[in-house]
């Protein structure tokens, strides 16, 4: 089976390098980017099926979110956060996330939500 592919999306550099590395160990490709629109420029020539979210430091717009997931409905949104609940956010959270993971990643949770997501692209193949 192949595995799926991941973006991470993180206005942090560093904590988004560490999150690539993370998903790497799990045996998923991961590519980092910096923001929403530079993903979405990008989903056109090599889309992934798994977008890792940063909710701490990207700013999430429902509309935008909602639009990337008409034009690309195999995607598959994962939030992370170090809060437990975001203030605005919570159409992003309940209608357009997959899971909504706590920071710091739990490297067996990660791999359940990866492993669910190469599953439904398996079966959807």
């Not at 980092?32 to 099926?49: H, I, K, T, V, Y």
Request: aromatic share 6%; glycine share 6%.
């Amino acid at each position: 089976m192949k595995h799926a592919t991941v973006a991470v999306v993180d206005a942090d550099r560093k904590q988004g390098q560490e999150c690539c590395v993370l998903v790497r160990e799990l045996g998923y490709p991961a590519t980092l980017f910096s923001s929403l629109e530079e993903l979405a420029g990008r989903l056109a020539n090599d889309p992934p099926q798994a977008v890792m979210l940063d909710l701490d430091t990207v700013a999430s717009d429902p509309q935008f979110l909602r639009g990337l997931k008409k034009k690309h409905p195999h995607l598959h949104f994962l939030g992370m956060s170090r809060l437990r609940y975001h203030p605005g956010l919570e159409e992003v959270i309940g209608a357009l996330l997959y899971a909504c993971l706590l920071k710091p990643l739990d490297p067996e949770e990660l791999a359940f939500w990866l492993k669910s997501i190469s599953d439904h692209k398996s079966t959807n193949d």
